[in-house]
């Protein structure tokens, strides 16, 4: 089980807010990000809870910025309470036997455990500093710091070469 790639979904529900405005964005998401079953039965109830998620989900990056590693993890393990993990082997569509976090019950459950689960393996495995938020303001966007250096600061190639343009023009105007 790649925790990682849960991770990266923690990432995507922040960052994509805007598609939970409606059912139909949030269709659109998760079929793009192959979760096409979960695309088929989500409701309402489903993107009420989502949003409330990416709230909270939107403070852990916000704390781990701040370098408050106390409240990323305190924030975390609240989650982790409230999303327990039901693990199942499974052996769907041909693939191999592989672990699912959570079965069966809500869409938005599913998504809960699996993203909280993926930031509480990376701040384990890799650290707190792994989570950020784009240092090219005004974007706000999260991002996993996956690099072997941790030089990460810019949610994506456009936000840091915006950041390289502005550094470039203050220090032309500073003479
Ligand atoms: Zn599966
Ligand atoms: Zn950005």
């Not at 088929?40 to 408050?68: C, H, I, K, N, Y």
Request: aromatic content about 4%; charged content about 30%.
């Amino acid at each position: 089980m790649d925790l990682t790639s849960y991770a990266e979904l923690a990432v995507l529900l922040v960052n994509r807010g805007d598609e939970l405005r409606g059912l139909t964005e949030l269709r659109e998401l998760l079929d793009e990000t192959g979760r096409r079953e979960s695309a088929a039965r989500v409701t309402r109830r489903d993107l009420d809870a989502l949003r409330e998620l990416r709230e909270e989900l939107a403070g852990v990056f916000q704390a781990a910025a701040e370098g408050d590693e106390d409240d990323v993890v305190e924030r975390l393990n609240g989650l982790l309470v409230r999303h327990p993990v039901h693990p199942q082997i499974s052996g769907h569509d041909g693939q191999r036997w592989h672990m699912h976090l959570t079965e069966g019950g809500r869409v938005a459950d599913a998504l809960a455990v699996g993203s909280v689960m993926g930031l509480a393996s990376v701040v384990t495995g890799l650290g707190v500093d792994r989570l950020g938020i784009c240092q090219a303001s005004p974007c706000r966007n999260a991002y996993l710091d996956t690099s072997s250096n941790r030089s990460r600061r810019y949610c994506s190639e456009r936000c840091a070469s915006r950041a390289n343009v502005a550094a470039y023009r203050a220090r032309k105007r500073g003479g």
